[in-house]
T-cell receptor, first 111, second 113 residues
């Protein structure tokens, strides 16, 4: 069964304190790994797609990386506005068009 | 651009009532899907559609029906609401499938009493 596990469930950082979020996955034949950001009361917002091991994508203070078993979302010198829940998802295989999400990491950045 | 529009934003129902959650997208996307999001459970797929006239079940389809008569619209029907269906419901779309970024609406917050 395809699975996505995110850790930690919650993370509190001080402004400027860099850290990483983890997304481990089990799926046969990766067709992409997606990171989303979700603010309270809103729908998830797309951040990055990674398709192959070794690939990296950057956007402002965020950098996503991918290995054959997991992905990391690195947050460098975070600001309070980076506070959100970060979600990871992978397409399932087996002939269906289903997307499997992790439960997310709730990030809080204190000023 | 409106993107993905969900209506209503909030709804309270009594057990046994039926209702339809609306979802419309103006991006000419072929793939559309419905999720529910519950505390501690993450996003779970209810139903999805790869194009007009084609729908399929996701992870948690029981108690929900969908249809896709046009490319733009993908309504979700609750046939007989139960308290276990209290949740936040999100609709999403993408150009052609799950290997592309999904565009989400802002959700419908549904309470079943």
């Amino acid at each position: 069964e395809d699975q996505v596990t995110q850790s930690p469930e919650a993370l509190r950082l001080q402004e400027g304190e860099s850290s990483s979020l983890n997304c481990s996955y089990t799926v046969s034949g990766l067709r992409g790994l997606f990171w989303y950001r979700q603010d309270p009361g809103k729908g998830p917002e797309f951040l990055f797609t990674l398709y192959s091991a070794g690939e990296e994508k950057e956007k402002e203070r965020l950098k996503a990386t991918l290995t054959k078993k997991e992905s990391f979302l690195h947050i460098t010198a975070p600001k309070p506005e980076d506070s959100a829940t970060y979600l990871c998802a992978v397409p399932s295989n087996g002939g269906s068009e289903k997307l499997v999400f992790g439960k997310g990491t709730k990030l809080t950045v204190n000023p | 651009n409106a993107g993905v529009t969900q209506t209503p934003k909030f709804q309270v129902l009594k057990t046994g009532q039926s209702m339809t959650l609306q979802c419309a997208q103006d991006m000419n996307h072929e793939y559309m899907s419905w999720y529910r999001q519950d505390p501690g459970m993450g996003l779970r797929l209810i139903h999805y559609s790869v194009g007009a006239g084609i729908t399929d079940q996701g992870e948690v389809p029981n108690g929900y029906n969908v249809s896709r008569s046009t490319t733009e619209d993908f309504p979700l029907r609750l046939l007989s609401a139960a308290p276990s269906q209290t949740s936040v419901y999100f609709c999403a779309s993408s150009e052609s499938g799950t290997d592309q970024p999904q565009h989400f609406g802002d959700g419908t917050r549904l309470s079943i009493l």
